[in-house]
């Protein structure tokens, strides 16, 4: 389950079954929403989808609160550090923590979480240095863009690997199977330049039942 943007005048959230290369069920709003996720779980529940577990793109708070298995999305959690420290990393420390997320859906949680627990020894009295504000007084982290990179890594490490946990559910280790979607039904929107937001959504709608 994800959510894509059309611009800033609307959202569109989606449960997919990557099996059955299915829409199950979507909804517009204008942001996403812990609530409106789980709101769109218990539908499906309701109408008889027995959902085995769950990928996501793990926005703060989606990956708890469930009964199923959650796996955080690979490529966002890549996405995320590099929205932190860059495509191209000046610093030594950015540059080595972009180089282990390559590594994220080539090896085991014991692997990586060995390799994470290296770079934290390695750069952990780093991420501890601190600027302080000479008139306010006031101090900061010098690198925290690096360190919420870190621990965003961190925080989702016990939901990075839940694919690898129950191979019985081939659960996906990304949300590509939605990403590819939206990239196509954005394309033929974007065809349409002029349509108003009332009838883009009827339009989206239709390819979200064909795809």
Aim: net charge positive; aromatic share 12%; glycine share 8%.
């Amino acid at each position: 389950m994800d959510t894509t943007y059309f611009k800033r005048f609307f959202g569109v959230m989606v449960w997919r079954c990557p099996h059955r290369r299915k829409n199950l069920l979507w909804k517009f709003l204008p942001y996403e929403t812990i609530a409106a996720y789980k709101d769109g779980i218990e539908r499906l529940e309701t109408v008889g989808w027995k959902v085995k577990a769950i990928v996501c793109d793990g926005r703060r708070g989606l990956l708890q609160g469930f009964s199923v298995p959650v796996q955080m999305c690979h490529f966002h959690q890549a996405a995320i550090v590099t929205r932190y420290v860059t495509r191209r990393p000046k610093l030594e420390a950015g540059k080595d923590l972009q180089s282990l997320m390559r590594y994220l859906p080539k090896v085991d949680e014991a692997q990586f979480t060995l390799w994470l627990d290296l770079w934290h020894d390695k750069w952990g009295e780093f991420l501890k240095e601190r600027t302080v504000d000479e008139l306010t007084g006031k101090w900061h982290y010098t690198h925290g863009r690096l360190r919420s990179a870190y621990y965003s890594v961190k925080r989702n490490l016990p939901n990075l690997f839940t694919y690898l946990d129950h191979p019985d559910l081939n659960i996906p280790n990304t949300t590509n199977s939605l990403e590819g979607i939206f990239t196509h039904v954005k394309k033929k929107v974007g065809l349409h330049g002029g349509l108003r937001i009332h009838q883009k959504q009827p339009m989206i709608e239709e390819f979200l039942r064909g795809e």
